[in-house]
């Protein structure tokens, strides 16, 4: 009793999550593990799943027993008139004279039991075979397709996240630039600097907010798609708990790069899958050279009556017979069209087998193109990560320079976007890394 109420308050808890104002704290591990379980994509391939299980029944059944049951009733109320030579009856009649006769009753019934069973045929042994194929084969869409949702989620995640950064270095970026706006509206006040500089300083922070107002308004459509990945309302708000510090801790561990090995790849176990599925196709055509046998057994009473009296109890009889009959169909003569569709099915066959070949070779490509994208992206994150720090002592000096009168608001405002570029950069280059990373561990299973 504990445990069943445990399960109801776990369902009620998962429902409340899914259907409250909000999700807060939303780790990136949490959102994929939703969206395996309410993206419309990752469902509809489980569907698929059960519908080959259902299939492989269905095949099964092909071969078990098929049993059928008939009921049939005639009411015949004019029953049709026989001519007979009337010389069968009568030795004296003329010649070309008839009777006329009525044979047959007016209420007919008949009841047939009927059993057939498949003794041999080559096609269902293959059908047989070629359903726990289709059932693979959809296992294996299932699984590429919760990679693929891991993988869009992952990459949806880290563009919030940079949607985010962004936001907040445009932000501190448009308050330091309002002080420095202020400093030079005083110096100006105090004829120091000319109006020019207060205007540029002006105009630098229109621009700002513009980018401001941007970003903002692509973080909320890359909320929008999170959600839409998810399964969940687009409008339900999320608030992620994760930041860019923590996935820059993990970015440089060189524990991705273990050897890639193509035979573990969904794309290539796919192609695989669906070469064995061209060889039973090939092993279907052929076995249509075969016979097929089949065995019935039929069991059928009769009652002829001329008042509707089947359920009165009368001493009218049922009449019983019983056959039990072998069928042997044996192919002859089908002027090429089996040997046709087993040329077809054989170049079907080499199609797939070049389709694993040449997929084999471009997945080693793609690998090492992953790997080699994966270290100019780390390079590239070392490098604007040093001219971070390097803007940032620019803007340092320019500013105090410019606090001075030394500098003119031209020269300061340059050294600012310097510095503003560099850390956009960087934080570009920080989730360009991530999503090289992603796609390295999509290739090894990692997601």
């Not at 359903?131 to 397709?145: A, C």
Request: positive net charge.
């Amino acid at each position: 009793m504990l445990k069943k109420l445990l399960i109801i308050l776990c369902l009620i808890g998962i429902t409340f999550t899914l259907t409250s104002a909000s999700i807060k704290g939303l780790s990136l591990k949490e959102a994929k593990e939703m969206a395996l379980q309410y993206n419309t994509n990752v469902k509809n391939a489980k569907l698929d799943v059960r519908i080959a299980k259902k299939k492989i029944w269905e095949t099964t059944a092909i071969g078990l027993p098929q049993i059928s049951a008939k009921i049939e009733y005639q009411d015949i109320p004019n029953i049709p008139t026989t001519l007979l030579p009337a010389q069968m009856f009568d030795p004296n009649a003329a010649e070309g004279e008839f009777l006329e006769m009525k044979f047959g009753t007016q209420h007919n019934a008949n009841l047939s039991l009927m059993v057939n069973q498949l003794i041999f045929k080559g096609g269902y042994i293959v059908g047989l075979q070629a359903s726990k194929i289709y059932l693979k084969l959809s296992e294996d869409l299932l699984k590429k397709s919760e990679q693929d949702i891991k993988e869009a989620i992952t990459n949806t995640y880290y563009l919030i996240i940079l949607a985010e950064e962004t936001e907040k270095i445009l932000i501190k970026s448009i308050k330091n630039i309002k002080k420095t706006l202020f400093e030079t509206n005083e110096l100006y006040k105090s004829g120091f600097l000319e109006e020019t500089d207060v205007d540029q300083i002006k105009l630098s922070i229109a621009d700002l907010n513009n980018s401001l107002s941007s970003i903002q308004r692509q973080k909320k459509i890359s909320y929008r798609l999170l959600n839409f990945q998810m399964g969940i309302e687009l409008n339900k708000e999320i608030v992620l708990s994760e930041n860019l510090n923590k996935f820059k801790n993990k970015i440089n561990s060189k524990k991705i790069f273990k050897e890639f090995k193509v035979e573990n790849y969904i794309d290539y176990i796919m192609l695989d899958t669906q070469e064995i599925s061209k060889k039973l196709l090939l092993k279907n055509e052929k076995s249509e050279f075969l016979p097929t046998i089949s065995a019935y057994f039929l069991q059928k009473s009769s009652a002829m009556r001329d008042e509707f009296n089947f359920f009165k109890k009368t001493d009218d009889k049922w009449f019983s017979s019983t056959v039990i009959g072998l069928n042997i169909e044996i192919p002859i003569f089908d002027s090429g069209l089996k040997l046709a569709r087993v040329g077809q099915a054989s170049l079907e066959l080499k199609k797939a087998k070049n389709a694993k070949i040449n997929a084999k070779k471009g997945l080693v490509v793609e690998w090492e193109k992953s790997k080699s994208a994966f270290i100019d992206e780390m390079n590239k994150l070392k490098n604007t990560a040093e001219s971070v720090l390097l803007a940032k002592k620019v803007f340092e000096r320019s500013r105090t320079k410019h606090s001075k009168g030394t500098v003119s608001s031209m020269d300061l405002i340059q050294a600012h976007n310097q510095y503003l570029n560099a850390e956009s950069n960087y934080i570009q280059n920080m989730i360009s890394a991530l999503n090289a990373k992603t796609k390295i561990e999509k290739y090894l299973n990692k997601l």
